[in-house]
């Protein structure tokens, strides 16, 4: 069972440009990440319907829902912190929260995703690209988790899905749609 704050990794089935640069700098992880926000009572002003989770995608952050992640458009894996326990006090679900809606509507670095990240994963010295102020998916998850004080990657800034994934406070949770 998904909890707040779990980690939603995806693969896309189909190929586009994007996606196959980021699992190609990553050595095969994931190409994207989203934290699941079901159960923290963020209600879609259009719909009335709670969001099930965010992201932060291209061009900005937002909120969205499972069923625009179909398993037959992506392979899915979802994770936990392992040290986020439940239930979890209201002061550190109000932070995940709070940092959630200050990322939403932030625009998406593609500087960090364009030469950054790239850089980093082929070994080349070279000037961080990022803007400090913009994130990616995975800083942006990171992020979030960070302000709750369950750091992934503590000593990183720069991070990608896979950093995520092999870090040691990751934990699949199980594989599939929802």
């Not at 900005?60 to 392992?82: A, D, L, T």
């Not at 239930?87 to 709070?98: H, M, Q, V």
């Not at 102020?133 to 990183?156: G, H, Q, R």
């Given at each position: 069972?998904?909890?707040?704050?779990?980690?939603?990794?995806?693969?896309?089935?189909?190929?586009?440009?994007?996606?196959?640069?980021?699992?190609?700098?990553?050595?095969?992880?994931?190409?994207?990440?989203?934290?699941?926000?079901?159960?923290?009572?963020?209600?879609?002003?259009?719909?009335?319907?709670?969001?099930?989770?965010?992201?932060?995608?291209?061009?900005?952050?937002?909120?969205?829902?499972?069923?625009?992640?179909?398993?037959?458009?992506?392979?899915?894996?979802?994770?936990r912190h392992s040290e986020l326990f439940y239930p979890l006090p209201e002061e550190l679900r109000?932070?995940?929260?709070?940092?959630m809606k200050e990322l939403n509507g932030t625009l998406y670095?593609?500087?960090?995703?364009?030469?950054?990240?790239?850089?980093?994963?082929?070994?080349?010295?070279?000037?961080?690209?990022?803007?400090?102020?913009?994130?990616?998916?995975?800083?942006?998850?990171?992020?979030?988790?960070?302000?709750?004080?369950?750091?992934?990657?503590?000593?990183?800034?720069?991070?990608?899905?896979?950093?995520?994934?092999?870090?040691?406070?990751?934990?699949?949770?199980?594989?599939?749609?929802?």
């Amino acid at each position: 069972m998904l909890r707040p704050f779990d980690m939603i990794m995806t693969w896309p089935r189909k190929w586009n440009f994007i996606s196959w640069f980021i699992i190609w700098i990553t050595r095969g992880g994931p190409s994207h990440v989203r934290v699941y926000a079901k159960g923290l009572g963020i209600i879609d002003p259009e719909t009335g319907k709670e969001f099930e989770f965010f992201e932060l995608t291209w061009p900005k952050g937002r909120f969205g829902f499972m069923e625009e992640v179909s398993p037959k458009e992506y392979q899915i894996e979802y994770g936990r912190h392992s040290e986020l326990f439940y239930p979890l006090p209201e002061e550190l679900r109000d932070k995940g929260i709070a940092a959630m809606k200050e990322l939403n509507g932030t625009l998406y670095d593609v500087g960090e995703l364009g030469f950054s990240q790239f850089f980093d994963q082929i070994g080349l010295d070279h000037t961080d690209q990022s803007d400090p102020e913009k994130k990616v998916c995975s800083s942006a998850a990171e992020y979030i988790l960070t302000c709750m004080n369950f750091p992934f990657c503590p000593s990183d800034e720069l991070v990608s899905p896979q950093d995520i994934r092999k870090s040691n406070f990751y934990v699949k949770v199980k594989e599939g749609g929802e």
